[in-house]
């Protein structure tokens, strides 16, 4: 299972780094922090978004979260991410997981300016060509791709889900991003083994206000 995890976590890194851009939002007035988990939920102000883990579900803590990033805990925890973030291109703030191998992972990725006139949907399809390429890079790949709608935050979102194989285990991933216009934006990833349908995973995210 550990396994399973880790090359979960691995490709959610690389469609991060392969899928970048902003939107057209007003910009945030709260710094760009990590954002809280108080118990079982997770708060990140400066993207006003919220997600409240599932029965069974469990928060990954501040060193190793941080250490997926390469990073140290005080370094993601600091008061603003900005210059981290700027030199990192992205960095994990929350990773949670179930018993059964689901996870959701939250990255704040920067450098996005360029892009910000393109909508989701723009996004994903202007990427897939570079994502397979990625895939196929760690030795995984991408047997199916499409771009969903998803009722998420209250309001319909482009959703990029993909069918990954590795090794004869299909990895389901659903990717989904919220992109203030300050250049910064949150990928959120759900992924799983045999995740099939994240309806649930999608209603336990709302507005931070």
């Not at 899928?19 to 057209?24: K, M, Q, V, Y």
């Not at 949150?186 to 709302?206: H, K, M, N, R």
Request: charged share 20%; hydrophobic share 40%; proline share 2%.
């Amino acid at each position: 299972m550990k396994k399973a995890i880790a090359l979960i976590l691995a490709l959610c890194m690389v469609l991060s780094l392969a899928a970048c851009g902003g939107s057209s939002n007003n910009a945030p007035a709260a710094k760009l922090n990590r954002g809280t988990i108080n118990g079982d939920t997770y708060t990140n102000q400066y993207f006003d978004l919220s997600f409240k883990l599932p029965s069974g579900w469990t928060f990954y803590g501040d060193e190793d979260t941080a250490a997926m990033s390469g990073l140290k805990p005080e370094d993601i925890n600091a008061d603003d991410l900005t210059t981290l973030v700027d030199e990192k291109k992205q960095v994990m703030v929350c990773y949670a997981y179930s018993g059964t191998g689901t996870s959701v992972n939250i990255l704040i990725t920067g450098d996005m300016k360029a892009i910000v006139k393109y909508s989701d949907e723009e996004m994903f399809k202007t990427v897939m060509e570079n994502v397979k390429a990625q895939i196929a890079e760690q030795g995984m790949e991408l047997v199916h791709a499409e771009i969903q709608k998803a009722k998420i935050f209250g309001e319909e979102k482009a959703v990029l889900k993909m069918n990954i194989n590795y090794m004869g285990l299909t990895i389901n991933e659903y990717q989904f991003w919220v992109r203030p216009s300050s250049g910064y934006g949150a990928c959120i990833t759900l992924a799983g083994v045999g995740l099939s349908d994240p309806a649930d995973l999608y209603a336990a995210f709302g507005k931070a206000k």
